[in-house]
């Protein structure tokens, strides 16, 4: 009777251990694969057949769908160049130069994966309605309240992620450094 009982009680030992690991990973992810270049990861084989398990699980419970391998990456950040999180309160700078792309998208989202919700309903910017600099820089203010130029309201949400999709562009798999893909640099301006 004993040995029924620790094996029942090694049993659900295990499958409270199992579950909650995998609802970790898939909630989270993992670092399987994953691109670091500044405070922008990404995850280039998760549009491919060769896509890891855990990405597998994350993306069948986001019900996020990645950008195929052949049509593009998408980078993700959430923090600042410092490390510090992004603040939906404060002022954030995104400024620098894209990776060679055919089309790109840079968008703001809350940490649950939606659009976040502003009067305005503005949500991000493409690559052809962002205004840039003679050389080809650009900088977007994301920011509580309105400011001059790119900006995008973050309607005070305490904390959300910067998406930058580039679309038809050779980084990729074999990127692995700032030089291989300039991205922009994210600063935090001041919070109010």
Known sequence: MRLI????LAMAIATVVGLGLTWNTATRGVEIGTLTIGPW???????TSDIDPYARATVARSGELPIGAGDGITFRATADNAGKKLDGRCDVVVSGVTPPARFWTLTIY??????????????????QEVVRASDGSFIVRIAPRARSGNWLPTGGVSRYQILLRLYDTPVGVATRSQKDAPLPSITMAGCS
């Open 5 to 8: 009982f620790v094996l029942i």
């Open 41 to 47: 990861t990404a995850r280039p084989r998760i549009g």
């Open 110 to 127: 809350d940490t649950k994966g939606k659009l976040v919700a502003n009067a305005l309903q503005r949500y991000g910017f493409t690559s």
